[in-house]
Each structure stands twice: as C-alpha cells, then as structure tokens.
C-alpha cells in the first residue's frame, strides 16, 4: 500500500492540486498512451484503442482551509473548503506551504488559545490557526490572506492489516484505484481514459470541463461513500466489498450500467454493495449531463470517519473495487 500511502499524505486542497498531479502522472505515464493536463488542472491519462470510449475519473482533491485574516498575535481566521466540520478540526495539524518554506500550525478555538474552556460547539467562525509566530513573522515567511491550509496526518494500520486509517482517502483511494488499473490492463485494446480531476469538494468543477474533452460513450466515477454501519439502520459496511452506486441525493444513475456491473459482480464472486443514499453525490452527476447525455454511475469504496484526517477504510475493499472495474474493462458494457 506505499502508493495509497504517497498519495494520502500528498497536499492538494481543492484549487491546489499540483503536488497529488505531480505523483499520480508520474505513476501512470508508463502505462498509457499520452498524458495532458487541461486547462482547469485535470491530469488526462489516455490509452487509445477501440470503442467504447470509456472514462473512468477519481477527483484529486481534499477538504481544507483557506487563511481568511490574521489579527496582530497572528492567530489565523479560516475559511473551509469543501465540507468540513468544525468540531473535528479541533487538536489537528495543518500544513503551510509557501514560495518560502514549509510550516506547520494548530487549529483552535480562541477559548482554548487563551487558556479557556469550550462551552459551545464551536462554530468556523470561532476557529483559528495558531502557529506561534506574529502577524509580521507570518507575512515574512510568505503567509497572508489566501494561503491554503491543509489537514496533515500519517497513515497507520488500526486493528488489523486490512483496515487503514489516514487522510484524504476522499479521494486518494480512487485516485489509487485508477493508477492500479492502468497497470494491470496495459494489454486490453480499449479507448480508455484515466481522468484525475480537480475541485470536486467545491462543485464537482473538474469532471464538468473533463467530460467536454473526453466525449465518453460511458463513465464511471470511482470515489468513496461514508460507511454508516455504526447507525440504527446501516446500509453502508466496511469490509462488504464496493458501493455501486443506484441514487444519491441529486441522480439516479445509468442503470443498464448498473446492471451490467452487477452481473459482473455475480459472475466473477466478488462482493458489492447496492447504495441507494438521500446525502451527498459523486462527480456523476455532473457528466451524466453533459454534452449529449452519458451513460454514468459511481463505484465507491464505503469509509468511516468523512472529511477528517482520519478516515477508515479496508484494504479488501478497495482490491475488490479494482477487480470489478478490471473485469469491466475486459469486456466494457454495450449500452
């Protein structure tokens, strides 16, 4: 897992995906046929060959924070980006890349910062970053209004070899997903495209512009889903293999598509999940309508822990996705 692992603690906050770019085209390249990156930031990996044209995406992005402003001590309002919830960004390590050098900073409350106590669920707006240094060190040091912060933890192994926890998973595990799947069919004759996209935690932007330059017959969006196999009524489990996708809070996907992965499933005795969900949605959405029309769905692989820097996920989930995805590329869906 040293790739998942390079991949999970990479830097690459919606909008700032350079670093996640850098590592994934240099995994890929020797797998396909050409490799561009468009003018939104979308890493395009194509394997040319026979119809279908088939797009497979993972989003490249992470949640994060942003520098909103910084008062004289140099105590650091934030702004999110993407979905992040307050109450868990409390104790977390952030990491501050600039032209100047790397730092490293603490989120907050200004209750805890001065030597309080939390009374309240804190709310954004009560969350700062501290780093230690003054409004003016933070300046010299390249720091200002805008400066991307992003979430830093290390992978570890939980209570077994299987189950891995770390950050980004959403969606570095997708992002994996792809580059495995690159190397285990390098001799399937398909018109394949492996598409890393940019900006999905802030409006599914990448997969918008991508699908333009693309022009897919069909896609597949592999991404992750939260597991809720801790609730009263769990639909979603760690360990049960991959989530295909029926309906989300905004589509209901392709289902000839659908089928045809689950009989895939069937056929070749390797486990999924139907998810038919009311929250969230997947980059499906987005391509499903553009151009023309395209035949869309999402494999996800089931985590715990959403938009924190520590997600939980399986390792045989995540094998049993590529397989699944493998097998489709062997004999690609006639919709």
């Known amino acids: 897992m040293e790739l998942l692992e390079k991949l999970s603690t990479a830097f690459g906050v919606s909008g700032n995906e350079k670093n996640v770019r850098e590592i994934i085209k240099e995994e890929i390249e020797p797998y396909v046929d050409q490799v561009s990156v468009d003018k939104m930031g979308n890493l395009v990996a194509?394997?040319?060959?026979?119809?279908?044209?088939?797009?497979?995406?993972?989003?490249?992005?992470?949640?994060?924070?942003?520098?909103?402003?910084?008062?004289?001590?140099?105590?650091?309002?934030?702004?999110?980006?993407?979905?992040?919830?307050?109450?868990?960004?409390?104790?977390?390590?952030?990491?501050?890349?600039t032209e100047k050098g790397i730092m490293h900073g603490i989120v907050t409350t200004r209750e805890i910062n001065d030597g309080g106590y939390i009374t309240s669920l804190p709310k954004t707006e009560d969350i700062i970053v501290d780093t230690g240094l003054t409004k003016k060190e933070l300046l010299e040091r390249g720091?200002?209004?805008?400066?991307?912060?992003?979430?830093?933890?290390?992978?570890?192994?939980?209570?077994?070899?299987?189950?891995?926890?770390?950050?980004?998973?959403?969606?570095?595990?997708?992002?994996?997903?792809?580059?495995?799947?690159a190397k285990r069919t390098k001799k399937l004759k398909n018109d394949t495209y492996f598409v890393f996209t940019v900006q999905e935690e802030v409006g599914l932007y990448g997969a918008v512009t991508s699908a333009y330059v693309v022009n897919p017959d069909l896609a597949i969006v592999v991404d992750v889903t939260e597991a809720n196999d801790a609730s009263q009524n769990p639909t979603k489990f760690l360990g049960a293999g991959p989530c295909i996708t029926i309906k989300d809070a905004e589509a209901v996907e392709n289902i000839p598509l659908n089928e045809a992965l689950m009989e895939i499933a069937k056929k070749k005795k390797?486990?999924?999940?139907?998810?038919?969900?009311?929250?969230?949605?997947?980059e499906a959405t987005s391509?499903?309508?553009?151009?023309?029309?395209?035949?869309?769905?999402?494999?996800?692989?089931?985590?715990?822990?959403?938009?924190?820097?520590?997600?939980?996920?399986?390792?045989?989930?995540?094998?049993?996705?590529?397989?699944?995805?493998?097998?489709?590329?062997?004999?690609?869906?006639?919709?």
């Open 143 to 181: 720091i200002d209004v805008g400066t991307f912060l992003s979430l830093e933890s290390e992978p570890y192994y939980l209570g077994s070899k299987d189950i891995i926890s770390g950050k980004a998973f959403d969606d570095r595990i997708g992002c994996y997903i792809l580059i495995e799947l």
């Open 287 to 335: 391509i499903s309508v553009s151009k023309g029309g395209v035949p869309s769905t999402a494999v996800c692989v089931a985590v715990r822990n959403f938009h924190t820097v520590n997600y939980v996920a399986s390792k045989k989930d995540v094998e049993n996705a590529i397989k699944l995805l493998e097998e489709m590329l062997k004999s690609p869906p006639k919709l």
């Open 270 to 282: 390797i486990p999924y999940q139907r998810d038919v969900s009311d929250l969230g949605t997947t």
């Open 46 to 97: 194509h394997r040319k060959g026979k119809s279908p044209r088939i797009m497979l995406t993972a989003h490249m992005d992470e949640v994060g924070l942003m520098v909103k402003a910084i008062d004289e001590r140099g105590k650091m309002s934030i702004s999110p980006i993407g979905v992040v919830e307050s109450i868990t960004l409390i104790g977390d390590r952030v990491h501050i890349e």
